[in-house]
């Protein structure tokens, strides 16, 4: 399957023409690209929300490893001398 050809694209045109009538196109076309560009927001709130989130889980990991590693004592070790 090699995609969309030039005749292919050329029998939408006409359907939608057809479909809509002259006068209709631009307002389609408007709220099409409205729709496309609400869709790209929300994927890059929701791209930005998990990285958000993942950046949280690592800090809260590392300060738990921080205050395990503070909170151990070292061993003494007693020589039988």
Do not use: C, H, W, Y
Not at 13 to 33: H, Q, S, T, Y
Not at 51 to 58: A, I, M, T, W, Y
């Amino acid at each position: 399957m090699e995609g969309f050809g030039f005749s292919e694209l050329l029998l939408i045109a006409v359907v939608i023409l057809v479909f809509f009538g002259g006068n209709k196109i631009p307002e389609f076309m408007r709220g099409l690209g409205n729709g496309i560009r609400e869709f790209n927001n929300a994927k890059n709130n929701m791209r930005m929300e998990l990285q958000n989130g993942l950046k949280e889980k690592d800090n809260q990991s590392q300060q738990q490893q921080s205050s395990t590693n503070s909170n151990q004592q070292p061993e003494q070790t007693q020589n039988p001398t």
